[in-house]
């Protein structure tokens, strides 16, 4: 354990915040938040390219940030007024107010248009925004301000971002019951002006508390069972937004169009891994355009050589810039589609990349003007949660589930196959498609798939 936090410099602040109102602002926290690596939060958009959808869209993971703090400041006074932080050591109460600052920190790693670049995977990225957190943590003069907190805060502050840390209150920060779900659920909705974010906040909050399992000493946030139906409400709100707003056509549209468009940059030259951590999303896309259209003559010569002079480049750019979006040549939603099929679409990317080549050339579209989407988040509907019955028994919710309280096994699973759709977007429009042959793909072994695509036979 860290020692014991100093009281950092400085005043607390006050911030009018859309959803919660009045913010309050501890010192240590202003002085983070005064710090060039999270102002930059400023410029990184909440949800990616929905603003092309949903033009209220436009608010960022600064926001975002300081209502995480606010939720976690409130849980931990809920927790505090009820007598469970009485439970925990003196150590780990001498944390806690690291544990406020670790949840506003949560997301200063973030890349560029937010979990759009994360699709790329963990190969063509330096690392998920948790770990590349560690980065921003210790730059200056964030880390000057953390270290005046308290020795090893920086560190301590990583492991709960990231979810290795025991402490007690962990799963405040990353867990099944992150506050961060409950904040991005209410901000999404209202900036993006939908009726689908409802959460019972003051229910959920009021159900915390701190215990463990029986035949264990570790302490962990779990609930009351008076806090089921607000678990319910948090779980099909995200079912919800994922259906109508992050998986909806036009956002995923958008969301392909950008990785393609990473993709050849990296692949030719005109960014390299390191880049991508960093900027914010208009840097990035002005270091794009700036890169694949006027660069001097001779800089990056082997990018030139390879793609002509960026022209995929400049379209696939172009279309986000001036919402020129791609079109649903296909579109196959999740009731015609057998539970559990094309989970190779996640697993194999290069199978992926060589049937939209081939749907391309078939169609008679450009190479790399093809783009098949079948997004998935099968951890969308799950919990793993310590649940307090009534007559005082402590069990886990789990994605085995509940008998009698929360079908989660079922649940989740139906719910997550309603909201996917299997879409293929092309640059250009063609006419609609017959899905007949993908959907035997789609059934397909990755084994299947790969003979098939090795066949010369057209799939069409």
């Not at 544990?99 to 990225?125: I, K, N, P, Q």
């Not at 050849?264 to 914010?280: F, K, M, N, S, V």
């Not at 997004?375 to 310590?386: E, N």
């Amino acid at each position: 354990m860290i020692n014991a936090p100093k009281r950092a410099p400085g005043r607390s602040r006050t911030v009018r915040d859309p959803v919660w109102q009045n913010i309050r602002l501890d010192p240590a926290a202003a002085g983070i938040v005064d710090t060039p690596e999270f102002q930059r939060l400023r410029r990184v958009k909440q949800l990616g390219f929905a603003h092309l959808v949903y033009p209220g869209a436009v608010h960022t993971r600064f926001l975002h940030a300081l209502g995480v703090y606010h939720l976690t400041t409130r849980a931990i006074e809920r927790l505090r007024e009820g007598g469970d932080l009485d439970r925990l050591s003196a150590a780990a109460r001498d944390a806690i107010p690291l544990v406020r600052l670790a949840a506003l920190l949560h997301d200063v790693g973030h890349y560029a248009f937010s979990h759009a670049m994360e699709e790329l995977g963990t190969e063509a990225l330096p690392g998920h925004h948790e770990e590349v957190a560690d980065r921003f943590l210790g730059a200056e003069p964030i880390h000057s301000v953390l270290s005046g907190v308290g020795s090893g805060s920086a560190a301590f502050i990583a492991e709960l971002i990231q979810g290795t840390s025991n402490h007690p209150l962990q799963g405040l920060v990353a867990g099944s019951l992150d506050l961060d779900k409950i904040d991005y659920l209410r901000r999404d909705s209202l900036f993006c002006g939908v009726p689908y974010g409802a959460v019972d906040v003051e229910r959920l909050l009021d159900a915390l508390t701190v215990i463990h399992e029986d035949g264990s000493e570790h302490l962990e946030i779990g609930v009351t069972e008076k806090g089921v139906s607000a678990l319910e409400s948090l779980l099909f709100s995200k079912y919800e937004m994922f259906r109508n707003v992050y998986w909806h056509h036009g956002v995923r549209a958008a969301t392909c169009t950008f990785r393609r468009l990473i993709e050849r940059a990296l692949a030719i030259g005109l960014l390299e891994q390191d880049e991508l951590a960093g900027p914010t999303d208009q840097e990035l896309l002005n270091l794009l355009a700036v890169r694949g259209t006027d660069r001097p003559e001779g800089e990056r010569s082997s990018a030139r050589e390879n793609d002509g002079k960026d022209g995929l480049v400049r379209v696939l750019l172009g279309a986000l810039v001036h919402r020129r979006l791609p079109k649903r040549a296909l579109e196959i939603f999740g009731d015609a589609l057998p539970t559990g099929i094309g989970e190779w679409i996640s697993d194999r990317p290069d199978l992926v990349r060589e049937l939209e080549e081939r749907l391309a050339c078939e169609w008679g579209l450009q190479p790399g003007a093809a783009m098949v989407d079948y997004p998935s988040y099968p951890g969308m509907l799950q919990l793993d949660l310590l649940l307090v019955r009534r007559d005082g028994r402590v069990q886990r919710l789990t994605p085995a589930g509940a008998e009698g309280i929360i079908d989660l096994p079922r649940l989740g699973r139906s719910l997550h196959h309603a909201a996917r759709v299997f879409r293929v977007f092309t640059l250009e429009r063609v006419a609609p498609k017959d899905p007949a042959p993908l959907l035997d793909l789609l059934e397909a072994s990755p084994e299947q798939v790969q003979t098939r695509l090795e066949d010369d036979r057209p799939l069409y």
